[in-house]
């Protein structure tokens, strides 16, 4: 059977290596999840609550920007985080931000152009470009720099317009707004197109993030329910846009997804009211307390390379000096210690041979025990501290 070039993408190797932790779980095998960027919570009670209450109605399609509650809702989390007004017609309900991708990308970009995507980064970004036939331009960040993108690199490249995470994932690092400002900045002044993935925010240990909005109306802003909401498995996500393209983004929802799920668009209502609030901030206190486990005991081990994280439940840590090939490495610690970790390259496919991602999101109590059993599997192997 024939088939298409653009659809010649890379498997996303944390998928894979989940794979082969249940693969390991099977034969009964003790894995400690650190690969996942998923939490071990569900959803907020008051999520379930009203999808409970609403299972008897007949839970159809709904109109294909999203449910007008829905909309209302993420609007006011607008002005509660961040104290922006933001008119509820430019928010768009997606199938978790991942459909939010194709809707941007479609409609901000033509087939051949270039998009610049910062590296270390969200893997998916580069391969669901190559499948809309559109080619992703790497912009490399620096540990030194937290690995936040430099403006210089943006107007250098030759691209038709950037996609930056704040906080990022791998690294948790996040932009201020004078980073994310100049980035703005760089794209506008030459025309072209920026997109904010805020999926991270409210899962913050310092100062809290800063939205594109923040900046400018002029720029694709890209959230979840499935972080800091605890909702992964819903697939919902939203997306704001300018008041020009809302018409557009819909004739492309409407065809390419009708809605997205109605159920987790009643139980997302449920979420974002106050009754949900001390349960999330809850979960942020225990990724709190794993983000010092994991650093803390890194530190121990003697891997002290990594960014220290500002937001997320992730650490991106160096580790070329014991490995360049972490895809190997990663196997090597889930046969050996049992601990399922991500290698880097998933996220920087020239740089990331040398380095690791750990996710805190799960219980503290697993997140420690996963850091034990990673400080026996490091301490037999290097020769490190001094
Ligand atoms: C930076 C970033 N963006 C988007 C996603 C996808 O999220 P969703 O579940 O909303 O599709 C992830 C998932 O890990 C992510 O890390």
Request: hydrophobic content about 45%.
């Amino acid at each position: 059977m024939r088939n298409s070039s653009r659809s010649d993408i890379d498997p996303f190797i944390v998928m894979d290596v989940m794979e082969a932790a249940r693969a390991a779980e099977a034969t009964g095998q003790s894995v400690i999840h650190m690969e996942v960027g998923q939490p071990g919570t569900p959803a907020p009670a008051a999520a379930r609550t009203a999808l409970a209450r609403a299972l008897d109605t007949p839970l159809g399609y709904t109109v294909a920007l999203g449910v007008p509650e829905l909309r209302e809702g993420i609007a006011r989390l607008y002005q509660r985080w961040y104290g922006i007004d933001l008119n509820p017609d430019r928010v768009v309900v997606t199938a978790g931000s991942s459909a939010a991708f194709l809707l941007a990308f479609t409609a901000l970009f033509d087939a051949g152009e270039r998009v610049g995507v910062a590296e270390p980064g969200y893997p998916s970004y580069r391969q669901i470009l190559r499948a809309l036939s559109l080619e992703p331009v790497g912009l490399p960040t620096h540990a030194a720099e937290g690995h936040r993108l430099q403006p210089d690199a943006v107007r250098a490249a030759d691209i038709a317009g950037a996609i930056v995470a704040s906080p990022n994932n791998p690294t948790g690092t996040m932009l201020g707004h004078e980073g994310l400002a100049g980035l703005v900045e760089a794209c506008q002044s030459q025309g072209r197109a920026f997109i904010s993935d805020e999926i991270y925010h409210g899962l913050h240990y310092g100062a809290r993030a800063v939205s594109a909005l923040e900046v400018s109306d002029e720029v694709y802003v890209i959230n979840s329910f499935s972080k800091y909401f605890s909702m992964t498995g819903w697939r919902l996500g939203w997306m704001v846009v300018p008041q020009d393209h809302v018409r557009r983004i819909e004739r492309l929802a409407q065809n390419m997804f009708i809605c997205a799920p109605h159920a987790a668009q009643i139980a997302a209502i449920g979420a974002l009211s106050g009754e949900a609030e001390a349960e999330l901030e809850g979960n942020r206190a225990v990724y709190a307390e794993n983000r010092r486990i994991v650093t803390e005991a890194l530190t121990a081990m003697g891997l002290t390379h990594f960014a220290p994280p500002d937001g997320a439940f992730y650490v991106y840590v160096d580790v070329s000096h014991l490995s360049s090939d972490t895809l190997a490495l990663s196997r090597e610690i889930l046969s050996t210690a049992g601990v399922a970790v991500t290698p880097g390259l998933d996220f920087d496919a020239l740089r990331g041979g040398g380095m690791l991602r750990l996710s805190y999101a799960r219980a503290t109590r697993d997140v420690a025990e996963g850091m034990s059993r990673l400080a026996v599997f490091f301490n037999a192997r290097q020769p490190l501290r001094a």
